[in-house]
């Protein structure tokens, strides 16, 4: 038990590791090999083409999106992001005591007084 907490510093330990990371690379590299060998190769029209979840193409792909879509979006993942942090205090609050609590209250007051400014600039607004 004690043998695997020492710390060793030959290449020796290094050594499982190599063997793992050898195999892996090795395997990866047989699959992609046996895929490409015994794949179909069959290079008809309609397998070329763009496939669109069934639907035709039509049109040119270069058309302007309208900016409340990115925005949203970016929203979207600047609260997710700022929720994630509320994990680290649900599961220690009882050891962080008040000082942590006040802390999480400023947070929330900072997240909070974000989203009252989008909202007030109208950045949900879908309507122009």
Do not use: C
């Amino acid at each position: 038990m004690f043998y695997l907490l020492q710390t060793s510093t030959d290449s020796g330990s290094y050594l499982p590791v190599a063997i793992q990371v050898l195999i892996a690379v090795g395997l990866v590299a047989f699959l992609l090999f046996v895929t490409h060998m015994l794949g179909p190769k069959r290079k008809t029209s309609d397998k070329l083409q763009n496939f669109a979840s069934g639907i035709q193409t039509h049109g040119d792909a270069r058309q302007p999106m309208a900016i409340k879509y990115f925005l949203t979006a970016i929203l979207f993942v600047l609260f997710d992001v700022e929720v994630i942090f509320f994990y680290p205090y649900a599961v220690n609050f009882k050891d962080l005591g008040w000082s942590g609590f006040w802390a999480v209250v400023i947070f929330v007051g900072f997240f909070f007084s974000g989203f009252i400014y989008i909202i007030k600039k109208g950045a949900l607004k879908w309507e122009d």
